[in-house]
């Protein structure tokens, strides 16, 4: 983010915007159209996102599982140098906990959280800016 707080916004918009836009062109195409290498990659996200802080409810919501998938494909596809590694899958539950935070002032999302009052919308925008 930029230290310039009248530029965050603007900021926030672009890289919402970049990602709408790689989701387009790399995860929401037909599978004939993906490499080898991004089957493989997806492969591995499919295999580790169900394995998300699986002790924590939140992390076994349907939506929330096909968020992260999303996220973590497109990373491995942005940052080819390291790719996709077993484990990044974790890097996420933060992101997830903080971003909820601001739209549930003092809720606890690790204890019986209720997901579904948050919108569709509001999941899209959870990403992290890696």
């Not at 836009?21 to 037909?30: R, S």
């Not at 991004?38 to 996102?49: R, S």
């Not at 968020?67 to 590694?85: D, G, H, K, Q, T």
Request: overall charge negative; some cysteine.
């Amino acid at each position: 983010m930029p230290a310039n707080s009248s530029r965050q916004k603007a900021c926030i918009r672009k890289r919402r915007e970049e990602y709408r836009k790689g989701l387009e062109n790399y995860y929401y195409i037909d599978d004939e159209f993906r490499t080898s290498q991004d089957h493989a990659i997806l492969k591995q996200v499919l295999m580790d996102v169900p394995r998300t802080a699986p002790n924590i409810q939140v992390f076994s919501n349907e939506r929330v599982l096909s968020s992260i998938e999303r996220i973590l494909f497109l990373w491995a596809i942005r940052n080819p140098a390291s790719s996709y590694v077993q484990g990044i899958n974790d890097l996420v539950t933060p992101f997830f906990a903080v971003f909820l935070g601001e739209y549930l002032e003092g809720v606890d999302i690790v204890n019986d959280f209720d997901i579904s009052v948050i919108t569709d919308d509001v999941l899209f925008q959870v990403r992290p800016w890696f």
